[in-house]
DNA sequence: TTGAAAGCGCTAACAC
DNA sequence: GTGTTAGCGCTTTCAA
């Protein structure tokens, strides 16, 4: 329906490789002939083939994100602020975004293969790196350009975003222990995804800087969603022995807490405190807003995006690693440390 | 860096022709040599090189996905599901997910133009549909197939799904009105979108039907946030006359509803009464649980898609036009009516 | 300053 | 059954 260079050129009588180069804004092309092919081809209505482009020029001007879904679906406001981070920035600098989704295991790697060696995308994002993470492999061995958001254990050198977890949840402990709390729990992420054993590895740093015993029935691990932190409130209260706070490794298990509690007639604030991580935007509105670790999720999406479109523009960036101080965003979900 | 079909015909001492009918199944090739190929293909690692292959069929076998951003960021938990539901269908069926941003305005219509006129996409899926859409005039005039979720007051012929929206609302009037409220406010959404218009009649109609009597300064528009439910709530309870019940056109404005409220020391569910719509996951884990109707959005998203792909792959559509009836899920925001 | 020709990688019509 | 040829729409040498 809308029309091809050859028509232009036709309808002009000039060649389609003048065209071309018109539209292209080549500098040996009169600039009489310039404007009447611009012109042209906004009358027309002219949009190029992008595969045509692609097949030729061997970029697809595209980048992918797929999206790791532990569940069927993966609506998470964590997932969110980075589509609409990514978008935007993409977006702006001319860039496609193809978004994916695939459980981890055996067919993501192969969703890998078929995102980048179809030449689909030219660059790819990745999130919430893991252990010995296969995606970084994968990417790193078949030299593909990509940045993540979130740092890896294997030696391999990459560009990414992240953001100091260790740091992030010293900073709820630090917290809670000035509010006089003794028994903190933690609920942790999955442990094969490397934030997770960061976080936690910082709350058990900061509890034993502060005097504090870890008690191990009170570390579990969920699975970042609200009703996995639902899930683990009821069995965390269910014994004799409460703990007077719980720190939870992102918002929304944090919410199941909260949620949770509040079902069995404690206050959240008084009775028990809450801590999260992330800080999206819900947890401003929870009841009682959530105290949490602050990570700018939606800059951190266009920061990687940026530098991913610097890489493929062939620039050299010159922060290939940037790691973030979060800070601690203190809301009404705590409270000094109920007494005894 | 991966083979092209060149390299497998090569090894394999055969044409390229042969290669690509072995691999795309067609009868006409001997089972022998058949075998070769796809072996071949799987050893050296083949994946098509896609925009030859659209550029060939001229099928970007891609769907497109614009979202009318209304800030700078869409993170929205109804967006997170839609991007859920019609990334899985799609890439179930085969199909890629183009994801862009776009505030409505002049801008729109060009990035519709671009998305389709490119080729980089066979059929876009519509959202949040507006009174006189251009997307609509825009996508109908040029033939391109697309499918919407909500419907539309232009007299086009278009498939679409959408849900009930004066049943709805009227099912949370009914309640309230069953609770002994007689004072409720609505809270509407931006009054260009054709959901906001159906919601707020099904109130007035259903306010009607209860005898009950419509407060013109009772009736808010906002922008579907929190924030705007928040800050509609202070307004309405500013005043020395309140109502004791809000409906909210959706569950984010009516989380805005309840933190205002409570932090006015109000208690949701005995002093103020607050409904919403869409049930967004985390509507059960707000506090108080929120009572809201309930719309599949996931399932609408993916049922959306597969309408689509069902166009694009030159069926017709036994149903072009769905709607959905919603419920009322009866949650701890409402309760009896206060006594004066 | 412009045009002719080649080719990106693939599929499809048409021979053989 | 398999190969030859042409062509999708564009960009890019290379000549003129």
Redesign the pocket.
Same mark, same amino acid.
């Given at each position: 329906m809308p029309p091809?260079?050859?028509e232009i050129?036709a309808r002009l009588?000039? +060649?389609?490789?003048?065209? +071309?180069?018109?539209?292209?804004g %080549?500098?040996?092309?009169?600039?009489?002939?310039?404007q009447r092919v611009v012109q042209a081809a906004q009358e027309m209505g %002219?949009?190029?083939?992008v595969?045509?482009?692609r097949?030729?020029?061997?970029r697809a001007n595209a980048i992918g994100f797929i999206i790791p879904t532990f569940g069927p679906r993966f609506s998470d406001p964590f997932f969110s602020e980075l589509i609409a981070g990514i978008g935007n920035e993409a977006g702006r600098q001319g860039y496609d975004l193809l978004i994916s989704t695939v459980p981890p295991g055996e067919r993501e790697i192969e969703m890998y293969r078929q995102q980048t060696f179809s030449h689909r995308v030219d660059g790819m994002i990745l999130v919430r790196t893991r252990h010995q993470d296969p995606r970084i492999a994968f990417l790193v061995e078949n030299n593909f350009p990509f940045v993540a958001f979130g740092g890896s254990d294997q030696n391999l050198d990459f560009p990414f975003v992240d953001v100091d977890g260790v740091y992030g949840t010293r900073l709820a402990v630090e917290h809670l222990a000035h509010l006089g709390h003794r028994h903190i729990a933690y609920l942790s992420g999955p442990d094969n995804l490397l934030f997770s054993t960061l976080r936690r590895q910082g709350f058990a740093e900061a509890m034993a800087d502060q005097d504090l015993i870890v008690e191990k029935q009170w570390i579990l691990e969920g699975d970042l969603t609200e009703s996995s932190g639902h899930a683990l409130t009821k069995q965390l209260l269910n014994g004799t022995d409460h703990p007077t706070a719980v720190i939870a490794a992102n918002d929304l298990m944090a919410m199941g807490v909260m949620a949770a509690a509040q079902a069995l007639g404690i206050q959240i604030g008084q009775e028990l405190s809450v801590v999260g991580f992330d800080d999206i935007p819900l947890a401003a509105y929870a009841n009682p807003p959530l105290t949490t670790v602050h990570q700018p999720i939606y800059r951190i999406a266009t920061m990687v995006t940026s530098m991913l479109i610097q890489v493929l523009n062939g620039h050299t960036l010159a922060e290939r690693k940037k790691w973030l101080q979060p800070n601690l965003v203190v809301r009404q979900s705590t409270g000094p440390a109920p007494a005894f």
């Open positions: 091809r260079l050859k050129a009588d000039l +060649s389609v490789t003048t065209v +071309s180069r018109a539209l292209a %080549y500098p040996d092309v009169a600039e009489k002939t310039r %002219y949009v190029p083939n595969a045509a482009q097949l030729q020029q061997k």
